[in-house]
């Protein structure tokens, strides 16, 4: 009589347990279009971070290239700015 209670008390309670997963996934599944816009907003912001660093990128390759031209003498510049 004692282990049938307990086999009892066991059923419950995994019964228990599958419901509550199953409860729960069917919430995630039904929550997920208001995830929707949050999830649209962060591919505009990748999307415009990623503009952003591509024209970083062309600049720094304009301010390497004027740097590293031979008519560029920045320290001639320096001083002639300290001297003002």
Do not use: C
């Not at 591509?54 to 510049?77: F, H, N, P, S, W």
């Amino acid at each position: 009589m004692a282990s049938s209670f307990w086999t009892v008390i066991g059923v419950i309670a995994v019964v228990a347990i599958i419901g509550r997963t199953i409860v729960a996934i069917i919430k995630a599944s039904n929550s997920g279009g208001k995830f929707k816009p949050r999830m649209t907003d962060l591919e505009e912001q990748v999307h415009d971070l990623e503009s952003d660093l591509q024209d970083a990128r062309q600049r720094i390759e304009v301010l390497e290239k004027i740097v590293t031209d031979q008519k560029y003498d920045l320290g001639r510049e320096i001083d002639d700015l300290a001297s003002s």
